[in-house]
């Protein structure tokens, strides 16, 4: 069945980039010149999504505002002759159909999940956690997760291999190769204390899943943090009837890390058909001294 719809849950308060997210919704932190959620949202419409719903919370409401028509601004940009990015600005408000949902109380990813309930109906859709941007020169991730669907029929999550050292910040999987990059999934932990892990691969920011996960999120109790953790809705999917893990190609940014967001800003940067052969020559000066 082929996936239309996506849910990118973006309620979360950004602490970790205190004091950037202060006023300003991380998502709309930028990466050179365009901000976060706008390459989530264009990944997911080049994959094929047709409808989105942004799950926000109370103040994230610039969000609305970016991807809303902009009439004044695009007419004045055309007016001084700046044509091009006055069209730039309008196809921004044209990249999907959005709506928007308040997650009222952070119960975690699973209960930001269940909101969108009503929203996906019985459709299987795609997750786009809205803290990773990923990057890709070939196939969009989420098109790499949503071909992998209407292959095998089952839910699916974008995994990569994750350090050991790393491993219980984020959770492991139960894996089997079924062919290059693709792997079955048979059982998962989130955040597993050492030594518990199933593998070094764990879910990096995206999935597809079938609609019968809101069964499994209904009654879940609160996991790892007090909160309600997708993770564990998904392990008694994968349990139960199995899932597919794709090893995606594009580069993950964790833009809810200011490592991530320097790394993200430096490395679009780099290949930025304005900035980027400045900004090389500016890094190989920088690098003499370091």
Not at 40 to 51: F, L, N, P, Y
Not at 76 to 92: S, W, Y
Not at 109 to 118: Q, V, Y
Not at 166 to 188: C, H, T, W
Request: contains cysteine.
């Amino acid at each position: 069945m082929k996936i239309r719809k996506a849910v990118i849950p973006a309620a979360g308060l950004g602490t970790r980039v205190l004091p950037a997210s202060k006023a300003c919704p991380k998502e709309l932190l930028p990466i050179v010149d365009k901000p976060a959620i706008q390459y989530i949202v264009e990944e997911a419409a080049q994959s094929g999504i047709t409808d989105i719903l942004i799950i926000i919370s109370p103040g994230k409401e610039s969000i609305k505002d970016h991807f809303s028509p902009t009439p004044a601004l695009e007419e004045r940009l055309r007016q001084t002759g700046k044509e091009a990015v006055a069209q730039q600005m309008a196809d921004i408000s044209h990249l999907a159909n959005i709506e928007y949902i308040y997650q009222t109380e952070m119960k975690g990813l699973g209960h930001a999940i269940w909101c969108a309930k009503d929203f996906v109906g019985e459709e299987p859709f795609a997750v786009l956690y809205g803290d990773d941007v990923i990057i890709s020169d070939t196939v969009p991730a989420c098109k790499e997760l949503c071909d992998a669907y209407e292959k095998y029929g089952k839910g699916v999550v974008g995994i990569k291999p994750v350090p050991l050292e790393q491993i219980s910040r984020y959770g492991s999987l139960k894996v089997k190769p079924l062919e290059p990059n693709i792997f079955s999934v048979s059982d998962m932990i989130e955040k597993p204390a050492p030594g518990k892990e199933f593998s070094l691969y764990s879910i990096l920011g995206r999935c597809v899943l079938p609609a019968k996960i809101f069964d499994h999120l209904e009654n879940l109790p609160a996991g790892a943090g007090g909160e309600i953790q997708l993770t564990d809705a998904m392990k008694l999917l994968a349990q139960a009837e199995g899932m597919v893990g794709v090893q995606y190609q594009g580069t993950r940014y964790d833009m809810g890390n200011k490592l991530g967001i320097l790394q993200a800003d430096i490395e679009v940067g780099l290949k930025h058909p304005e900035i980027g052969p400045e900004l090389r020559e500016y890094i190989k000066n920088l690098a003499k001294n370091l």
